[in-house]
């Protein structure tokens, strides 16, 4: 089981930037593909983004596409989500996640770090 630790939420104005920072401790920490997911109240856990240990290719949902990015620091085992010209139906919770990613979607992930929250309101 890998242990995942998130942070770097918080309140952001709308237009502006974020970026969430997730750690990965275990013996396999960095043996899986690694991604995002969010949950906004009321509203189903999505998907946002993941990278792939295997090639580092990236995939993006497409309503973060071309304003996410998210990267991969092997030697620290972390991984990032840089988070720029947000709205507030960015708001939610986010959840660092790691797996076997197939296709983008939640139940590809089998770990998930304990969420931190990120709110965008002026």
């Known amino acids: 089981q890998v242990q995942l630790v998130e942070s770097g939420g918080g309140v952001v104005q709308p237009g502006g930037s974020r970026r969430l920072s997730c750690g990965a401790s275990?013996?396999?920490?960095?043996?899986?593909?690694r991604g995002w997911c969010r949950q906004a109240p009321g509203k189903e856990r999505e998907a946002v983004s993941c990278i792939r240990l295997s090639d580092g290719s990236t995939v993006y949902a497409h309503f973060v596409k071309g304003r996410f990015t998210i990267s991969r620091d092997h030697a620290q085992n972390t991984v990032y989500l840089q988070m720029n010209s947000l709205t507030p139906e960015d708001t939610a919770v986010y959840y660092c996640?790691?797996?076997?990613?197939?296709?983008?979607?939640?139940?590809?992930?089998?770990?998930w770090g304990q969420g931190t929250q990120v709110t965008v309101s002026s």
């Open positions: 275990g013996s396999n920490g960095d043996d899986y593909d």
């Open positions: 996640a790691a797996g076997v990613v197939a296709a983008l979607h939640p139940s590809a992930f089998g770990s």
